[in-house]
């Protein structure tokens, strides 16, 4: 039998000099902490979402009957609508909706406001409510309290007018709202700004 080469057990391997092993003794960096409530800090305060953006604001002269008898020249502020027969509406705004868009199953703004379909509609929750100086207990419906009104700007020429709708019903008027009812529906007007 024949014994392969270079198996000569004689031979002894050679033997690299190296370094002893290197052993590691850093330890694991601590757990985070779990944060826990400080009653003495401060609560966070948080931005309130974006308000919509007022369609109109100004005073308006009467441009119809309907706006003469129920308030007169009416004067647009930033959360108040007022009449010159001392009618006060504090509002707050609560959506900016398109003409397009229903206020309650079976109606939508631009068809009860003669407005475009696309046209920008502020609606506007009623807060609370001042009575006329004279007559009626509400300026804009005749039985039971405003809860919304809805206002579109349209610019005719060199004029602004506005188109005023109020609402009754405790929902917010959309095609599911229940209980939402047309109460009256206006126009006032201004020399347009320019």
């Known amino acids: 039998m024949a014994l392969a080469a270079g198996c000569d057990r004689a031979q002894t391997p050679t033997q690299e000099t190296s370094a002893p ?13 779990v944060p826990t409530s400080d009653p003495s800090a401060q609560p966070v305060q948080r931005a309130a979402p974006p308000m919509p953006p007022a369609v109109a604001l100004g005073a308006f002269e009467p ?3 309907v706006a003469e008898a129920a ?9 108040a609508i007022k009449g010159e027969n001392g009618a006060g509406f504090v509002t707050e705004r609560a959506a900016i909706v398109r003409g397009n868009d229903q206020y309650n199953a079976a109606s939508r703004y631009a068809d009860t406001m003669l407005i475009v ?3 920008a509609v502020e609606l506007r929750r009623v807060v609370e409510q001042t009575p006329p100086d004279k007559g009626a207990s509400d300026a804009f419906c005749d039985t039971g309290k405003t809860t919304y009104i809805a206002l579109a700007k349209v610019t005719e020429g060199d004029t602004d007018v506005i188109k005023l709708m109020a609402l009754q019903g405790e929902a917010l008027p959309a095609a599911s709202a229940a209980g939402v009812a047309l109460c009256k529906v206006m126009s006032y007007s201004a020399t347009a700004k320019k």
Do not use: F, N, R, S
């Open 21 to 33: 092993p290197v052993t590691t003794t850093a330890t694991a960096p601590p757990p985070p902490e």
């Open 63 to 65: 441009a119809d009957p």
């Open 71 to 79: 308030t007169g020249k009416l004067t647009i502020e930033d959360m």
């Open 117 to 119: 379909p696309e046209q």
